[in-house]
């Protein structure tokens, strides 16, 4: 996206005083509080040039998309798709490439040559494993770039083995989360995420900018998302 910010043809275009403050280029959150409302979406984009998806969270408009589009249940934000996006915020205990490596295996069975058992043979088995085995990979290397973008905060990669006796041994004499209750708090801390901002390899500009995500009473909506945050 080139930088086409332009403070005098953006104002004429809306109608309002070159004389007015705040500037869309000075100061794009002020501007988009009071503004936001009036701005076509193939203008509102051009923000994007000028603010992140975490400094835009303070305008209530913006957060109150992002809040709509994840009651919608997108496919981005599901568990599935987002444990292999962001698996490094996965805390769950399960082998790596589980999902991955049972979508291969359903493949070779049901459409590899049409599931005939004479063709198949062992390939789902050995299809899945390869794919299992490969997002293990994806995610080791994932960790050991995190650890080294970490700086001084380096810390030896251990083996998974090692990893799951200590997480047994650091739960000892406690009540240990079950596997749904692991579930739903990693989907709302993508939810979270989402909404603050936080999340990276993500389309903001698709929801920020969208008004189809408007609600007709954004305060009710707003004032939901608070108080379920702080149940």
């Known amino acids: ?21 705040p500037l869309p280029s000075s100061d794009p959150i002020s501007f988009l509080k009071e503004h936001i409302h009036q701005l076509p979406p193939n203008l509102a984009v051009l923000f ?3 603010t992140t998806p975490q400094q835009r969270t303070v305008i209530p408009a913006i957060r109150n998309r992002r809040l709509k589009f994840t009651t919608l249940n997108p496919r981005e934000l599901s568990f599935v798709a987002a444990k292999s996006t962001w698996p490094l915020l996965w805390q769950g205990r399960e082998r790596r490439g589980q999902e991955e490596a049972k979508a291969e295996r359903e493949w070779a069975q049901k459409d590899f040559l049409k599931g005939s058992k ?8 050995l299809l899945g494993d390869y794919e299992e085995e490969r997002e293990a990979e994806r995610v ?3 960790r050991r770039e995190n650890i080294n973008n970490a700086g001084d905060d ?5 083996d998974e083995s ?26 709302r801390l993508i939810r979270e995420r989402f909404i603050y901002g936080l999340l990276e390899g993500i389309d903001y500009d698709s929801v920020d900018w969208n008004e189809q995500y408007d609600e007709e009473d954004e305060r009710d909506i707003e004032d939901r998302w608070f108080n379920e945050d702080s149940d």
């Open 1 to 21: 996206m080139q930088d086409n910010f332009d403070d005098i043809a953006l104002l004429n275009y809306m109608g309002i005083s070159q004389n007015s403050t």
């Open 162 to 187: 090692e990893s799951d006796e200590e997480d047994n041994s650091a739960t000892t004499g406690q009540e240990e989360e079950s596997a749904e209750e692991a579930k739903a708090s990693f989907e």
């Open 48 to 50: 994007s040039l000028k």
């Open 118 to 125: 004479q063709h198949v043979g062992k390939l789902g088995t």
């Open 140 to 142: 080791r290397v994932l």
């Open 154 to 158: 380096f810390v030896p990669e251990e």
